[in-house]
């Protein structure tokens, strides 16, 4: 692993909240993910399965993590299995984890070969009534390939059909959307690596540079600090702004456009998620600015309103309320189209159609159930846009906060965002 170590304490609290949960009798099994095959014989860089790493601090392929809080044997009540490195395979890939360790990383006392899994599984399932098995259900997840959780699934139920089978996924959830400070502590270190990198790129921007030079400086500053993207950099020049997903980052930077950079810093699997627009001549158009501000007052106002207890529909409905005050002000709507707007289709969604903000964590849209109030500890993006084909560009701006008791922590609070901070910076 390419970050510095995690103290375990992390993980085996976050074990000890689940099985908090758990019914009595329980069985939980986590696999990690596949290595995503290619063309050829080419595979992908494998991304930690979230649930294991939350549960065990583990990355490495083929590891599953089974745990029975009343099992018979105490010893078998928390158990990692993991793959033997046979010679071969260390000619070939180095050293995979000894036992321990992977007992180190995660605080689990019983680490075992993946050899002895048959055994084990037989006896804790001979155990068990209730047996808690994993899924993807991010609801706007559309996954067409079959994953290892489910083939381990289908495998498991053919053999024991009469457990009563349970989700994990909805526990996971529910633990994972509440941050602890020592989760805080990593994501502000993601955040922290993308604010350095947002500073060395806007030493770069300039007319006639590309978009994917600009995607080097980003993969320049987040690699030397021992982090990855947290997902496809949006690097989008002048009318590209307007595309939310434009990732092809393939083309010229021009005089008078402004550029949109949605990128954003994995640390320890803990990712941050910033966007900035900027001037590519380092000076806003007059136009530019008035709607550069206008989603900055939005960005606010949408900060301060993410208190506990507030829904995250009506934290929408309330930004899409004052978007359309902004979007009258910029004279791209009148009174009357938010006079005779469709309540489930604001007026302003011509301009800002996207939403305002997701959970944030071990996964970019992160895990949480959104039909439950806000509360402490949840870590929120804050995205508002307005995009506007006909002029040309685009403005998003997004920062990454944390829920409290009282005002929200801005996480990016030291990110520049007044149009005038970065004109300086680029005018440097
Ligand atoms: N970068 C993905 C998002 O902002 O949601
Ligand atoms: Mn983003
Ligand atoms: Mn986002």
Redesign the pocket.
């Known amino acids: 692993m390419r970050h510095a170590p995690i103290p375990p304490k992390l993980f085996i609290e976050n074990r000890k909240r689940l099985c908090a949960r758990l019914a009595p009798n329980s069985l939980v099994i986590v696999h990690a993910n596949d290595i995503p095959p290619m063309n050829s014989d080419g595979t992908l860089p494998m991304v930690a399965n979230s649930d294991l790493f939350y549960l065990s601090g583990i990355e490495q392929e083929e590891t599953i993590l089974m745990l029975a809080p009343d099992a018979f044997d105490e010893k078998l009540r928390e158990v990692l299995f993991i793959r033997y490195a046979s010679d071969h395979l260390k000619v070939w890939e180095g050293a995979k984890h000894s036992k321990q360790e992977a007992s180190k990383i995660s605080g689990v006392k019983t680490v075992k070969w993946m050899s002895e899994l048959p055994t084990v599984l037989r006896q804790l399932m001979c155990e068990a009534e209730h047996v808690y098995l994993n899924s993807n259900e991010h609801t706007r997840a559309v996954v067409d390939v079959e994953s290892r959780d489910m083939r381990s699934t289908r495998w498991l139920m053919r053999r024991f059909p009469l457990h009563d089978y349970c989700r994990l996924a909805p526990l996971m959830h529910e633990l994972r959307v509440v941050k602890s400070p020592a989760e805080i502590d990593l994501l502000k270190k993601a955040c922290g690596i993308t604010r350095k990198a947002f500073l060395r790129v806007l030493k770069k921007v300039k007319p006639g540079r590309w978009e994917h030079e600009i995607e080097a400086e980003f993969a320049h500053e987040f690699i030397r600090n021992r982090a990855r993207f947290?997902?496809t950099?949006?690097i989008a020049a002048g009318a590209n702004s307007n595309v939310l997903?434009y990732i092809a980052n393939d083309q010229q930077m021009k005089n008078g456009n402004v550029l949109l950079l949605?990128?954003?810093a994995s640390y320890a699997n803990y990712n941050a998620?910033l966007?900035r627009t900027v001037p590519v001549n380092g000076r806003f158009s007059r136009r530019q600015k008035q709607v550069y501000n206008a989603v900055l007052r939005v960005v606010r106002a949408m900060i301060d309103a993410a208190r506990p207890g507030v829904f995250h529909r009506d934290w929408q409905q309330q930004s899409q309320a004052l978007m359309n005050e902004e979007l009258l002000g910029l004279g791209l709507l009148k009174r009357s189209d938010i006079k005779k707007q469709d309540p489930d289709n604001p007026a302003c969604r011509k301009y800002f159609m996207?939403?305002l903000?997701?959970p944030l964590g071990l996964d970019?849209?992160d895990v949480g159930l959104l039909r439950k109030p806000f509360a402490p500890g949840w870590v929120l993006?804050v995205?508002p846009g307005i995009y506007i084909p006909e002029e040309g560009f685009g403005v998003?701006l997004?920062n990454d906060i944390v829920v409290t008791d009282g005002a929200p922590i801005d996480l990016m609070a030291d990110i520049p965002i007044e149009a005038a901070e970065i004109e300086e910076l680029m005018a440097k």
């Open positions: 947290a997902y950099p949006i997903h949605d990128v954003g998620d966007t996207h939403g903000g997701h970019v849209h993006t995205e998003r997004e």
